[in-house]
């Protein structure tokens, strides 16, 4: 009888055990959590023509004043936006964004709502509704739905948290009449009147591995950090960095998920120094570069050519070891897009119909320039948020 | 020959003796994978990060031997990590009174599930799975979704330095010193009063009670420990690798079942400190093992799953025995 009972406790136990684990790591996907789960294995996300194409974007010069990069675009389409153009100003522009689970979209969201009070004072913008979904698809639907049901938004901004399931919400809000704008997160609809996003995923992880190839000698041994599988916008990072390693003489030692964790990640880089020498560490993005650094600090071993990302703690950390490190960028000024773009679509200026923002990475050239601009911010900020010319700089991004 | 048979019960039998077994033969098999990984540096960086899951593991102990679970030790270790950066926020005078704000936060944190769990009589399982969300949630509003501020320098001796130059072993890690002195205190409190009331709680409160116990008070301060060890795992961690949004995500998970691996029952009343810390050590081997043998990341969570069940199932099997001896009239 008590056994029975245990044994009942325990495997209701196990199950929750096993349910909460699932939920937990579901609320907290990092950065870019897109289309349903794929296996490893960088093949299966790798286009060819997309991969070619994002390579090529990164040499064209933008259109636009390289000052105001949120502005600029590569190889716009222009459409015309007459049909939206909404007399006397004061619009309602609302927001549905998927999370604001990671520091990059904690930075992305301030500079966002910095450049709101811009527009609102110009008195182009008058209210800003904004709902958070907190990486939950069936909220964010909901959400949509709730902005199109009150009929009161004059232009609709989504960052999705999915692909595939939001793509109906999407596909309703614009059905809805009013301009949609996507950005960052990609759907499988182009009804949107313009789809903003820096150039992408592949451009991203070949910065990082050319610079890899370029740095080190044949030979030399590569560790893969990846956060997890199955996302497309990381597993395009890799699949290009794949690409690349493929074609040259470096040795991957391994590509290994670590969740975004500092912990998992300085434990994974401590396990592989402990079996031989690392020469280089590729990541799919910077949190936790620090930590993979600190592996070598504390192994007594020299530092390798790093990939981080331009969040702040990895380059200041860059900049104290002065070691050969690069950048590569998800451009944050992003954020400021979609709002310039809500207003000018609301005033009936064309937009590019893909608005594909410029994406460079930072490199040693420029990292004393950009870790200047950047000295009052936390270490959690994202070099290039492209947030200094608003009027709430610095303090808005301080203290958050 | 009985005799012969009950040492063989005790180490493969599923209770206590497995989980050393366990042990064994998982180093046996990274020792024959990897020789240098038994050296003192890779040996002292392995202990040095399974610190905190062992020092977890005995907080978890006491609650699971007393016959509840706390699963909100994962968020706790995360919130810690993070209000620990959030006051300090890179100022080294800070560090010791946001380590006294960090252990009055875990005990506060204990106290409350046990006394929603004794007093409000909630089902722990319910009571600690509302904690965790209610401190994932609070942490996300007060920080605004993602940690902000950054750790002093003396925050992070414990997790990630050690005393150096200490003959054979090298770096000998501040983490292995405090996991020694969380061990011996925890095996010292299950020889008191405390520890024998705790199992009796576990075994059958009921009986506990009418003989006198305080079966409440005991619990809850189980739960204490559970926050105070989720404390001192969260200084650790945060010290080891600094901090990130994800410190601690899934850690009751894993200390759950390293608590199970170590022979403890689900449901109270039977299974050593000294190995539940001991089935900590085994996950953490389990995992480097994983990653000398190269494993693909993505098969590695059904492994480690399929081996949870398979641990548990062995218990299981070995206590369901005598019960159905008793049943079969002779």
């Known amino acids: ?400 | 020959m009985q005799r012969a048979r009950s040492a063989a019960a005790a180490l493969l039998g599923g209770g206590t003796g497995t989980v050393f077994a366990l042990l064994a033969v998982i180093f046996a098999i990274v020792f024959a994978v990897n020789p240098g990984f038994f050296q003192a540096a890779s040996l002292m960086a392995f202990l040095k990060q399974a610190a905190p899951l062992v020092i977890l593991a005995a907080g978890q102990y006491f609650v699971i031997v007393s016959g509840n679970f706390d699963l909100s030790v994962g968020a706790l270790v995360g919130a810690q990590v993070v209000i620990a950066a959030r006051l300090i926020d890179g100022e080294e005078a800070r560090t010791v009174p946001v380590i006294g704000v960090m252990l009055l936060f875990g005990i506060a944190v204990g106290l409350v599930n046990g006394l929603v769990t004794t007093v409000l009589k909630v089902q722990s399982f319910i009571t600690t799975l509302g904690m965790l969300l209610v401190l994932y949630g609070a942490i996300r509003l007060w920080t605004g979704g993602a940690p902000t501020g950054s750790l002093s320098e003396s925050f992070r001796v414990p997790g990630r330095m050690g005393i150096e130059n200490v003959p054979l072993l090298g770096q000998v890690p501040w983490a292995l010193l405090i996991m020694i002195a969380c061990g011996a205190a925890a095996i010292w409190l299950m020889r008191t009063r405390f520890g024998r009331v705790l199992i009796a709680t576990g075994d059958n409160d009921l009986a506990a009670e009418l003989s006198g116990a305080r079966v409440d008070t005991v619990r809850t301060a189980a739960f204490v420990l559970s926050g105070l060890s989720a404390t001192i795992a969260g200084i650790l961690i945060g010290g080891f690798a600094g901090v990130s949004a994800q410190v601690g995500e899934g850690m009751e998970f894993t200390v759950i079942t390293a608590v199970v691996l170590g022979g403890v029952v689900l449901g109270g009343g039977q299974g050593l400190v000294v190995a539940a810390m001991a089935g900590a050590l085994t996950i953490e081997a389990l995992f480097t093992l994983f990653n000398q043998l190269a494993l693909p990341a993505s098969l590695r969570p059904s492994v480690q799953g399929a081996i949870i069940i398979a641990a548990v199932a062995y218990a299981a099997r070995r206590r369901m025995r005598p019960a159905g001896q008793t049943a079969t009239p002779s």
């Open chain 1, 1 to 400: 009888m008590n056994t029975t009972r245990l044994a009942v406790a325990s495997a209701a136990a196990l199950g929750l055990l096993l349910a909460t684990a699932c939920t937990t790591d579901e609320i907290d996907d990092p950065d870019t959590q897109e289309t349903a789960a794929g296996e490893e294995g960088g093949d299966d996300w790798f286009v060819q023509a997309d991969y070619e194409r994002q390579l090529e974007q990164r040499e064209i010069e933008p259109e636009g004043d390289p000052a105001e990069p949120w502005l600029q675009a590569i190889d716009p389409d222009w459409v015309d936006t007459s049909e939206f153009a909404l007399e006397g100003g004061d619009a309602t522009v609302c927001f549905s964004n998927a999370s604001v689970s990671n520091p990059w979209r904690v930075t992305g969201w301030i500079t966002m709502q910095q450049q709101v009070e811009v527009l609102q004072d110009q008195g182009l913008i008058g209210e800003f509704r904004s709902s958070d979904a907190a990486d939950d698809d069936d909220q964010q639907i909901s959400d949509i739905q709730a902005f199109v049901d009150s009929g009161d938004c004059d232009a609709i901004i989504i960052s999705p948290s999915t692909t595939a399931t939001l793509t109906p919400a999407v596909q309703a809000a614009c059905d809805s009449g009013a301009p949609v704008i996507v950005f960052d997160r990609g759907v499988n609809t182009d009804c949107a009147v313009t789809f903003i996003h820096p150039i992408g995923g592949y451009a991203y992880g070949a910065d990082g591995a050319e610079f890899l190839v370029d740095n080190l000698e044949p030979g030399s041994t590569v560790l893969a950090l990846r956060i997890l599988p199955g996302v497309d916008v990381l597993e395009h990072r890799w699949a290009a960095a794949q690409e690349i390693f493929g074609d040259s003489d470096l040795e991957i030692l391994g590509d290994e998920f670590t969740g975004g964790d500092a912990a998992e990640i300085k434990n994974i880089v401590t396990q592989y120094l402990q079996r031989g020498e690392v020469d280089g560490i590729w990541m799919d993005a910077g949190d936790g570069a620090v930590a993979g650094i600190e592996a070598f600090e504390d192994a007594g071993k020299p530092y390798p050519v790093m990939v981080g990302e331009d969040e702040l703690s990895f380059m200041r950390k860059w900049d104290e070891t002065g070691m050969t490190a690069i950048a590569p960028v998800y451009s944050n000024f992003q954020w400021r897009t979609p709002v310039l773009a809500a207003t000018m679509i609301l005033s009936g200026e064309q937009v590019p119909s893909e608005w594909v923002l410029p994406q460079e990475p930072i490199t040693e050239a420029d990292l004393d320039e950009y870790l200047e601009r950047n000295a009052d911010m936390p270490s959690l900020h994202y070099a290039k948020f492209g947030g200094e010319d608003l009027p709430g700089f610095p303090d808005a991004w301080r203290d958050r």
